[in-house]
């Protein structure tokens, strides 16, 4: 009688742990997130064939594409900000950024002595948040798929990633006005529309697959591996410091 009690508490005190694990697990996943915009850009393009394209996405899924300057919603989300205040900001920001960028990749073509033809420019902003707050916010520049490199606009700092692209990320580097624009949007103004499209409907789960990432990068930066990367860490360290409490409780009881 004796045993079939201490069972009974020790199966309690396993489903107690469980559930707070649950919990918490859940918390942090509502907590996080995660706002990308992926950009591709030309110089000179023929007729008929746009010189900018865009996609954006809020935890993974598409609520904004845009071919030039007409801009399309996408999913429950995007059909629900559409014609909304934060929708007029993000389009009016991404317009301008796409002209921007055309003009960065017009004034590096003579840094470019390994690409024929007209360069093609894919930009990809990344902003990461946990409880409101941001964690982390970068860009990612690859210019025809010989030079890369990354700006991470939380500490200002430069990556080469194709040595090539020296000459290209040092002349960005010194147009003050482009980098604080840079800045801004990945930071200020993602935090503001992150906050204004969570107010929305997420997208509802559907039988289809989601709408094809336009860049289809391989070296792009995964925002759901990064979430679960951040949710198993902290579940972790939880495990560390609750499991050790229930297991004293267990061998004091036995």
């Not at 559930?19 to 000179?44: E, F, P, Y």
Request: hydrophobic share 40%; with cysteine; net charge positive.
């Amino acid at each position: 009688m004796a045993k079939a009690a201490v069972t009974g508490r020790n199966l309690s005190l396993v489903l107690c742990l469980f559930l707070l694990l649950s919990c918490l697990g859940s918390s942090l996943w509502a907590n996080t997130h995660s706002l990308r915009c992926d950009i591709i850009v030309k110089v000179r393009t023929t007729a008929g064939q746009p010189w900018c394209e865009g996609q954006c996405s809020l935890d993974g899924v598409p609520f904004l594409k845009y071919n030039n300057s007409k801009f399309t919603p996408l999913g429950n989300r995007g059909n629900a900000v559409n014609g909304t205040q934060v929708w007029t900001d993000i389009t009016q920001r991404l317009d301008y950024l796409g002209q921007e960028l055309r003009k960065m990749l017009a004034n590096s073509i003579q840094e470019m002595t390994k690409t024929s033809g007209q360069p093609t420019l894919q930009a990809t902003m990344l902003s990461q948040y946990e409880h409101g707050q941001s964690v982390g916010a970068s860009w990612r520049f690859n210019i025809s798929g010989k030079y890369s490199f990354l700006f991470n606009t939380m500490n200002m700092n430069w990556k080469l990633i194709d040595p090539e692209a020296g000459g290209i990320m040092n002349q960005w580097k010194d147009d003050t006005q482009f980098i604080k624009d840079l800045r801004t949007i990945s930071t200020a103004d993602c935090r503001h529309w992150l906050k204004e499209l969570l107010k929305h409907p997420k997208e509802k789960p559907r039988s289809t697959s989601r709408v094809q990432d336009i860049t289809q990068l391989p070296s792009a930066i995964n925002t759901t591996q990064l979430q679960h990367e951040k949710v198993f860490i902290d579940m972790a360290s939880v495990i560390a410091i609750i499991l050790p409490l229930v297991v004293g409780i267990l061998v004091k009881k036995c």
